[in-house]
């Protein structure tokens, strides 16, 4: 099983940017597929991005499409979110999860198996 830890959410303004990193412990890192969702209060829980085993391919919410990356470090059992201009509603806990081995990046909560704690995100006006 991977082990997940979020970092780098705080607090910026609306047009700002962040950027959102996920360090992995275990072996298997290296061959699963990673994605970023998050959870707004009150809200159920939604899919952000996801990227291959190899970072070969990259899947986006429409919502973030243009504005969010993906991206994967495997030599550093890391992976990325680079959020740019962030909006109001871009507001929420965002956690990374891993995936399938070999997979190609999903979009579909069950098809990953371990999850980190979250990272709050907050947008102001």
């Known amino acids: 099983q991977v082990q997940l830890v979020e970092s780098g959410g705080g607090l910026v303004q609306a047009g700002g940017s962040l950027r959102l990193s996920c360090a992995a412990s275990?072996?298997?890192?290296?061959?699963?597929?990673m994605g970023w969702f998050r959870q707004a209060p009150g809200s159920e829980r939604e899919f952000v991005a996801a990227i291959g085993w190899n970072g070969d391919s990259t899947y986006y919410a429409d919502s973030v499409k243009g504005r969010f990356t993906i991206s994967r470090d495997n030599a550093k059992n890391t992976v990325y979110l680079q959020m740019n201009s962030l909006k109001l509603e871009d507001t929420a806990v965002y956690y990374c999860?891993?995936?399938?081995?070999?997979?190609?990046?999903?979009?579909?909560?069950?098809?990953?198996?371990?999850w980190g704690q979250g990272t709050q995100v907050t947008v102001s006006s």
């Open positions: 999860a891993a995936g399938a081995s070999y997979g190609l990046g999903s979009a579909r909560e069950h098809e990953y198996d371990s």
């Open positions: 275990g072996r298997t890192f290296r061959r699963v597929e």
